[in-house]
């Protein structure tokens, strides 16, 4: 049995006794730095015919001391799972940049890295484990929604597609030292489904279980979807997964977020996470809200008993995550319901039958 297994287990202890925190925003510590495309390309794809510029994924390869360094400055401002540098590392997103013959060795690579950070802390303060949360990100095409508006039918992928993708990405993920598997910035919850059947193929060829997060994206103020499902008929579609915690993330900030992760807290029989943004971006594209004010919002859903676990999202910063982490101080986490059985069904809005 894989020394990850047992470290699901110390996972579960932990989230029992307190409010977990998540690292923040990775793209925005990556624009700080300001690398140009030859710190993204490096020696080994410096003659790679696509420009490489924007894909940050690939920096786990080429500058694996900026990823490095980012995931130790979420550590030391308190994070207790830290997210590989794998959102865009399957097959199918990188094929954008002619790179997704690496996604496997992206993934893995990936999942050593942060392995390496999380040991490190925890060499420094070995009363707090910290966690590897391998990521499946939401790719860059969706199984729902034709992007041809002249012929809705069209798909630019299939669930086949996605989940060979998926099922590759999680290989590599588990072989660098993953402890969780987290299926993020869910637009589509076609894509989410492909994405667990995929995890559920990869658990039972390999022997071997992780716990799995799920978090969508609410991808405005109408409360929904992208692909059109409010955040109880998103559970509904997804629990049958039976994950370590459901969650939000993406597109809002903490105070728009808030109504939609409440509803979520009432009805999910497992932990519940949210990482908003920073605010709503800005007219250049930025976030604005500072970590004070972050803080105060959060610290209210976590006196009212909402959340399980915090973190940041875009525009999140070590400063954002420092004030989360004395935020929560002291909170407990929210205590898990216990559901009768019922007939749970989703279309876009939530469907039950009570038995």
């Known amino acids: 049995m894989r020394s990850e297994q047992s470290r699901g287990a110390i996972l579960r202890e932990a989230a029992s006794k307190r409010i977990l925190l998540l690292d923040g925003a990775m793209g925005t510590a990556v624009q700080d730095r300001d690398l140009d495309e030859a710190a993204f390309r490096g020696e080994r794809f410096a003659d790679h015919p696509s420009d490489l510029q924007g894909n940050n994924d690939l920096l786990t390869l080429t500058r694996p001391d900026v990823v490095l360094d980012i995931h130790r400055a979420y550590l030391d401002a308190g994070a207790d799972i830290l997210e590989t540098n794998t959102f865009n590392s399957t097959t199918i997103s990188q094929a954008d940049y002619g790179t997704g013959a690496y996604a496997w060795e992206l ?199 909402l959340v399980n676990i915090v973190g940041g999202c875009c525009g999140t910063t070590p400063d954002h995550i420092r004030a989360l982490a004395e935020a929560i101080q002291g909170v407990p986490p929210r205590s898990v319901p216990e559901f009768p059985p019922s007939l749970r069904l989703a279309g876009l809005e939530p469907f039950e039958v009570q038995i």
């Open 107 to 305: 993934n893995h690579r990936a999942a050593i890295l942060a392995r390496q950070a999380v040991t490190e802390a925890e060499a420094r303060t070995p009363h707090k484990p910290r966690f590897v949360a391998g990521v499946l990100g939401p790719t860059s095409k969706t199984a729902s929604i034709s992007p041809d508006v002249n012929d809705p039918a069209y798909r630019e992928v299939s669930f086949d597609d996605l989940r060979l993708s998926y099922g590759e990405a999680a290989d590599g993920l588990l072989d660098g030292g993953a402890d969780v598997l987290m299926v993020e910035t869910i637009f589509d919850t076609l894509n989410a489904k492909a994405a667990l059947f995929a995890i559920d193929e990869v658990f039972e060829r390999r022997g071997e279980v992780v716990p799995v997060m799920i978090s969508g994206t609410i991808t405005d103020r109408s409360g929904r979807t992208l692909s059109g499902q409010t955040g109880e008929a998103f559970w509904n579609s997804v629990r049958h997964a039976r994950p370590f915690a459901i969650g939000l993330n993406c597109a809002l900030g903490a105070a728009e977020l808030r109504q939609y992760v409440a509803e979520l807290s009432v009805v999910a029989d497992c932990l519940v996470s949210a990482h908003p943004n920073a605010g709503l971006p800005n007219a250049f594209g930025e976030y604005d809200e500072s970590p004070e004010t972050m803080a105060v919002q959060i610290r209210e859903w976590a006196q009212a008993g």
